[in-house]
């Protein structure tokens, strides 16, 4: 079975080569027959991929432990959910499963564009495959699934616990999902670049991509900081480790990207920048997993170090001399005839957004490579932790956020001061008294004034945008409030969707803010029997459970809580684990979630005879909001990109008629293509 | 693309701001990440200069106190190793090199154990041991088997 795995990622890299050839030769002699066989060779290479996926999953499942790879992350003793998981669960299987993901992307492509963008397509499925050469040529020569162990041991040594946990399931694949599916744009982009066709038509084909990259980096992030939150047990979500930093840059840098594409499709300006943003959240996806292979960086994630990372760094270094040559190359072409007019515009909104995101990504970069950059240059490794990356990053987010309120309202090329009091006037009212009622409750620090006020400002500027539409829609077609508005949002997904993501993002920022600044914690050693406070809330310790599996010891302490007047309103249970193989302690964290606020409690530490155990309590407001808005966002995300049939009935009809018609609706929020 | 002079001027604000947020950030909250033997050698120019320290938990000397949540033991450098991941040089009890560390009001981290890698924050005191704030251990979040036993 090994062998079928080997000769499968064998066949798959002949075949990348081959479609690439093809490709370019089908294209530039015009060839179509090419053209086709590549695409046969595209869809063959998934196959390949598929088979060499399918057997390293079989080989988990039936713990063939003659494998290195399975010997090392799987055992007869792991669920088997896990065994699945256990596919991204190491280095060779990840990078598989990276390579599976791509080529599959790859394959979807070539379907969409079999009759499309003749002129691109070719040299963007030939960019995709090269991509895919690299990982082929990594699987095949460098880092490979399928070597087999000299003695094949009875038992593996199972994957890490602190992986056996449902969010770390789904984490890696959203991540990965995330990362490679910026390849397609980019390769589009590349493909526009070496074509010349330097219209948005790259960007138009490539929207839904760009989207559901952007939606899955999102899931990708979310995952793996509830994960942080619900594993790790040190009460945050986020500690601006590199590993996590590899994972936010391509999410900023992808949002930056979504906003300027509107501004190109609209005005025709920005084509260096978009093509930069593409080519930068690609070569991002390349850094991220760079850093996290390579060892340069010192992480808490210490993942395996491996020779992999020059390659890595090869690869990214020529990747970006190549794309940076090529836009050089095009600069005169990528002139655009417009201009901006006025800094009250939209245009000048989401330039301003752009830079604010881009330079939250480089305040991250730079924090994250610092270290090695102080070492090359005064021979001493300096960190900068997360108070650097909240010092920088706190006053960039308030920017940001004020901009979110500004950008949707405010007209295209310019505006008169009429309609700026006209849209902004509630917004602003709502977002001063918020501020008002926040200092007179008796908040204090400026950050949060501001923050909060700004939050309310762009909820206000939202919902200004709802009513308009909403009566717009009823003057129209006189339709009930509740009608108007669901049929507003289906009928405009595209814009609506994206305030509905606006929504998400302001109660995720709440959340974040809350949380952040009004976080207490209370660490404790108790007997049995006895109580501690944090904030309002009265915590009894009741004793301890102690049991015993196969897979597992654990003890479990009984924590009574009470409220404010001594009723009980909970036993949580939280409890430390002790797995046997391999042997390694965890601690499973008791969470209590409300709106207002969670109780967070973690049993730190019990002594030997079970009467005395450390607690360590974080009571965390407002945190609760982020995952609301996580999953609004992720709502806002699915409307934005829920196929519009109406709409694209409405343009192919406008298509037959005349293109310049096509350009208008597209100009209405219809999805021109995906 | 053309853009008129003046949004460069505004550009150029935000980005300029952006730099000096990341340069005055970046002197005030950075910390030396030092390996253990590098602490010995600057020992005497790190007072009160907030450090990170990788290092082995020394096996013997360890104290944990639930009750005060103080944790006591001693860090030695992390050995080299060679390709085949033998250590060059293996961790005696007497190595020359070490530090004593006193973690006061923090849990004892779930993986701490004598042997493990670990990276200590905090200031060295004037009496030469780690006034620690966090301790962390390197997670192993991807295991490299050595040899699969």
């Known amino acids: 079975m090994p062998q079928l795995g080997n000769l499968a990622l064998a066949i798959a890299l002949i075949l990348a080569v081959y479609s690439i050839v093809a490709n370019i030769y089908g294209a530039r002699?015009?060839?179509?027959?090419?053209?086709?066989?590549?695409?046969?060779?595209?869809?063959?290479?998934?196959?390949?991929?598929?088979?060499?996926?399918?057997?390293?999953?079989?080989?988990?499942?039936?713990?063939?432990?003659?494998?290195?790879?399975?010997?090392?992350?799987?055992?007869?003793?792991?669920?088997?959910?896990?065994?699945?998981?256990?596919?991204?669960?190491?280095?060779?299987?990840?990078?598989?499963?990276?390579?599976?993901?791509?080529?599959?992307?790859?394959?979807?492509?070539?379907?969409?564009?079999?009759?499309?963008?003749?002129?691109?397509?070719?040299?963007?499925?030939?960019?995709?495959?090269?991509?895919?050469?690299?990982?082929?040529?990594?699987?095949?020569?460098?880092?490979?699934?399928?070597?087999?162990?000299?003695?094949?041991?009875?038992?593996?040594?199972?994957?890490?616990?602190?992986?056996?946990?449902?969010?770390?399931?789904?984490?890696?694949?959203?991540?990965?999902?995330?990362?490679?599916?910026?390849?397609?744009?980019?390769?589009?982009?590349?493909?526009?670049?070496?074509?010349?066709?330097?219209?948005?038509?790259?960007?138009?084909?490539?929207?839904?991509?760009?989207?559901?990259?952007?939606?899955?980096?999102?899931?990708?992030?979310?995952?793996?900081?509830?994960?942080?939150?619900?594993?790790?047990?040190?009460?945050?979500?986020?500690?601006?480790?590199?590993?996590?930093?590899?994972?936010?840059?391509?999410?900023?840098?992808?949002?930056?990207?979504?906003?300027?594409?509107?501004?190109?499709?609209?005005?025709?300006?920005?084509k260096v920048w978009n093509l930069s943003l593409i080519g930068l959240a690609f070569g991002l996806t390349l850094f991220g997993t760079f850093i996290t292979r390579s060892g340069v960086i010192s992480s808490v994630h210490s993942f395996t170090q491996s020779g992999l990372g020059p390659y890595f760094l090869s690869f990214l270094i020529t990747v970006t001399l190549a794309y940076t040559a090529l836009l050089i190359f095009r600069s005169k072409d990528l002139r655009s005839p417009a201009e901006f007019e006025s800094y009250l515009s939209r245009e000048a909104a989401f330039l301003f957004n752009n830079l604010m995101l881009v330079g939250i990504a480089f305040a991250v970069f730079w924090g994250t490579i610092f270290p090695v950059l102080s070492e090359a240059v005064r021979g001493v490794k300096i960190t900068v932790g997360p108070p650097f990356f909240n010092r920088v990053n706190g006053p960039l987010a308030l920017g940001l956020v004020f901009l979110m309120g500004i950008g949707p309202l405010i007209a295209w090329r310019r505006t008169t001061?009429?309609?700026?009091?006209?849209?902004?006037?509630?917004?602003?009212?709502?977002?001063?008294?918020?501020?008002?009622?926040?200092?007179?409750?008796?908040?204090?620090?400026?950050?949060?004034?501001?923050?909060?006020?700004?939050?309310?400002?762009?909820?206000?500027?939202?919902?200004?945008?709802?009513?308009?539409?909403?009566?717009?829609?009823?003057?129209?077609v006189s339709e009930p409030r509740a009608k108007a508005l669901v049929n507003l949002v289906a009928k405009n997904n595209r814009r609506y969707g994206g305030y509905i993501i606006h929504i998400g993002t302001i109660v995720a920022f709440v959340g974040i803010v809350g949380s952040s600044f009004f976080r207490t914690e209370v660490k404790k050693s108790v007997h049995v029997g006895e109580s501690?406070?944090?904030?309002?809330?009265?915590?009894?310790?009741?004793?301890?459970?102690?049991?015993?599996?196969?897979?597992?010891?654990?003890?479990?302490?009984?924590?009574?809580?009470?409220?404010?007047?001594?009723?009980?309103?909970?036993?949580?249970?939280?409890?430390?684990?002790?797995?046997?193989?391999?042997?390694?302690?965890?601690?499973?964290?008791?969470?209590?979630?409300?709106?207002?606020?969670?109780?967070?409690?973690?049993?730190?530490?019990?002594?030997?005879?079970?009467?005395?155990?450390?607690?360590?309590?974080?009571?965390?407001?407002?945190?609760?909001?982020?995952?609301?808005?996580?999953l609004m966002m992720v709502l806002g995300t699915v409307i934005v990109m829920w196929p519009n049939v109406r709409e694209r009935a409405a343009i192919a009809t406008a298509l037959s008629r005349s293109s310049a018609g096509a350009r208008e609706l597209g100009d209405l929020g219809a999805p021109g293509g995906d | 693309m053309r853009i008129r002079p003046r949004f460069f001027i505004g550009g150029g604000l935000i980005v300029l701001a952006i730099g000096y947020l990341i340069f005055s950030s970046i002197r005030t909250t950075s910390e030396y990440y030092l390996t253990v033997p590098e602490v010995a050698a600057r020992q005497s120019v790190l007072g009160g200069q907030a450090i990170r320290v990788a290092g082995r938990v020394k096996p013997g000397n360890i104290a944990w106190d639930p009750n005060s949540l103080t944790l006591k033991f001693e860090i030695v450098p992390i050995p080299d190793v060679d390709?085949?991941?033998?250590?060059?040089?293996?961790?005696?009890?007497?190595?020359?090199?070490?530090?004593?560390?006193?973690?006061?009001?923090?849990?004892?981290?779930?993986?701490?154990?004598?042997?493990?890698?670990?990276?200590?924050?905090?200031?060295?005191?004037?009496?030469?041991?780690?006034?620690?704030?966090?301790?962390?251990?390197?997670?192993?979040?991807?295991?490299?088997?050595?040899?699969?036993?």
Request: glycine residues 6%.
């Open chain 2, 83 to 149: 390709d085949a991941g033998a250590p060059v040089k293996p961790v005696a009890a007497t190595d020359p090199v070490s530090f004593r560390v006193v973690a006061a009001g923090e849990p004892k981290p779930d993986m701490f154990a004598p042997g493990r890698d670990v990276i200590v924050e905090g200031k060295l005191s004037p009496d030469g041991a780690i006034a620690a704030t966090q301790v962390m251990t390197s997670c192993p979040s991807k295991y490299k088997p050595k040899q699969a036993q």
């Open chain 1, 29 to 270: 002699r015009g060839a179509p027959d090419f053209v086709v066989s590549a695409r046969h060779a595209i869809w063959a290479m998934c196959a390949m991929v598929t088979i060499a996926v399918v057997v390293l999953w079989t080989a988990l499942l039936r713990s063939d432990f003659s494998l290195e790879y399975v010997a090392a992350y799987s055992s007869t003793t792991l669920p088997t959910v896990y065994k699945i998981t256990s596919l991204w669960g190491g280095q060779q299987g990840s990078l598989l499963f990276w390579t599976w993901l791509l080529s599959i992307f790859t394959s979807i492509a070539a379907f969409q564009n079999r009759r499309r963008n003749p002129d691109i397509a070719p040299y963007a499925l030939a960019v995709l495959a090269g991509v895919a050469i690299f990982f082929l040529l990594m699987l095949n020569f460098v880092t490979r699934p399928f070597d087999l162990l000299a003695t094949v041991p009875a038992e593996g040594s199972d994957l890490n616990p602190l992986l056996q946990n449902y969010w770390m399931a789904i984490h890696p694949p959203s991540l990965y999902t995330g990362y490679v599916s910026a390849t397609v744009p980019f390769a589009f982009g590349a493909a526009a670049l070496i074509t010349g066709k330097l219209d948005d038509g790259w960007i138009r084909s490539t929207r839904r991509w760009a989207i559901f990259s952007w939606f899955f980096l999102t899931l990708g992030n979310m995952f793996g900081a509830r994960w942080a939150y619900e594993v790790l047990g040190w009460g945050g979500y986020w500690a601006w480790d590199p590993v996590e930093n590899a994972a936010f840059m391509p999410w900023l840098v992808m949002t930056a990207y979504l906003h300027s594409v509107m501004i190109q499709e609209r005005k025709d300006m920005l």
């Open chain 1, 417 to 476: 001061t009429s309609n700026l009091v006209r849209s902004f006037a509630a917004p602003v009212v709502i977002g001063v008294a918020t501020g008002i009622v926040a200092a007179a409750a008796g908040l204090r620090q400026w950050y949060v004034l501001t923050a909060f006020s700004l939050a309310a400002f762009v909820l206000g500027t939202v919902l200004v945008e709802f009513r308009r539409g909403m009566n717009a829609r009823r003057h129209m």
């Open chain 1, 532 to 630: 501690f406070m944090i904030g309002s809330y009265t915590l009894r310790f009741q004793g301890l459970d102690e049991t015993d599996t196969p897979h597992l010891e654990s003890a479990t302490a009984r924590v009574q809580v009470l409220n404010a007047d001594g009723r009980e309103i909970t036993v949580m249970s939280p409890a430390k684990l002790f797995y046997k193989r391999p042997q390694q302690p965890a601690t499973k964290v008791a969470i209590r979630s409300t709106p207002a606020s969670d109780l967070y409690v973690v049993l730190a530490g019990i002594d030997d005879s079970g009467q005395t155990a450390t607690f360590e309590v974080f009571l965390t407001p407002l945190v609760f909001w982020l995952w609301a808005g996580g």
